[in-house]
């Protein structure tokens, strides 16, 4: 018998809006998971800390900081072979995921080399997206109204284009693409919808109107656009 | 004092996908409400039954089934009503939310009538989009994809128009709208990339390649459309 992989999601950073399912398989797990920019500290586990009994054997998995597609594959396989042959001891391994797996996570490069020959579990979690709207307090969609999730590295020019597409617009990966999408907002003329968002949910969080963001925008930071107003308010 | 009014997401329908702290709420509480379609069951109650304590009073919020303003709009301000006179007494109300409460829930019809006078928490919630993602085992979005959520009732033209507009599309509230989604996506052809998912996480549910989707698709189905191959895979 091969052990299964868990694909936890943790949610956006409190560890209490871990999920109670991912919680129970954390604290019974032999074998957790997390990933880690090369070298240095993992969000993820930071979050389950308090989960991972004592003596639980723990992999690190190095993500790699790079746009190139060689390296990125090569530390993927490497730490999929190395969850691969714990699982075919027949141990399961519990991957701890920031947000949800499938939503924008590394977990997914794992869940392509390995859910072929292995059972692969999801359990998905709080997204960053509804933690910065509970946060600001500001309902995203009702009705017939539509979402569109953006990431803020994308090109000003298709940024443009698509903050026109839907009635809410959820910008990612803000970081240092602020000035940038700023700048298509207000040429929108929708910097009066524009919230941002920094650090939803990890205990110094910050909300703004967009024209008070600071200069220095987390990668961890968000702005929702919502411009609808539903009828029925 | 006056009461805390806690609006709190579920989850999509496995009472374990409740967070650790909308549990702890919930089995907290001495006022619980909950929406049901008038005179029916209510979802929300169901996913957390196990967590409301004897002796919890619990409101009823009666939520129409109308596409007409004035008796929405009637029903909401009821409920708020009654919400408020516990709040004022400083009791504090937590709110059960199917999913996310700020995410196509009727939560942000109380949330607009009682967050100016009263403190308004929000606890977020996993959503069905990452739930069906999670049992279909779909990738949703990577890197610098966009996803789209449309609601399924739009008409047939502007979901032809705007299935072009993202690399993942969500198509929310199938149900009996299935045969024009599923004309859309056929005439896109986007067939072979598009998911039917029912029921995520409740059990009984069914995942299915959408030319196999049943002709009664229930309310609580969803279909994923996933166009992009991310390089990096």
């Given at each position: ?14 560890p209490?809006l ?24 993992s ?58 797996p ?37 309902p ?9 999730v ?68 987390p ?15």
């Open positions: 018998m091969t052990g299964v992989l868990h694909g936890v999601g943790l949610g956006p950073g409190d209490d871990i999920t109670r399912k991912a919680a129970r398989l954390i604290a019974g797990a032999q074998v957790v998971a997390w990933p880690r920019l090369a070298g240095g500290d969000f993820a586990r930071s979050i389950a800390a308090d989960l991972i009994a004592p003596g639980t054997r723990e992999i690190a998995i190095d993500v790699p900081m790079t746009v190139d597609r060689a390296p990125a594959q090569a530390a993927y396989d490497h730490a999929a072979d190395e969850i691969a042959a714990v699982l075919d001891a027949g141990t399961d391994v519990v991957c701890l995921c920031e947000g949800d499938l939503f924008y996570g590394s977990f997914m490069y794992l869940f392509a080399r390995l859910s072929g020959p292995y059972r692969v579990d999801i359990v998905p979690g709080v997204t960053s997206v509804t933690a910065c709207a509970a946060v600001a307090g500001l995203l969609a009702a009705r017939n109204e539509t979402l569109l953006l990431p803020g590295p994308l090109p000003e020019q298709e940024l443009t284009a698509r903050l026109a597409q839907a009635d809410t617009v959820v910008l990612m990966k803000v970081g240092r693409h602020l000035p940038k999408i700023a700048r298509v907002i207000a040429a929108a003329g929708l910097t009066d919808r524009a919230v941002y968002v920094e650090r939803a949910t990890l205990g110094a969080e910050r909300v703004l109107p967009l024209d008070q963001a600071p200069p220095d925008a990668y961890f930071s968000m702005v929702l656009v919502v411009k609808g107003g539903d009828p029925w308010l």
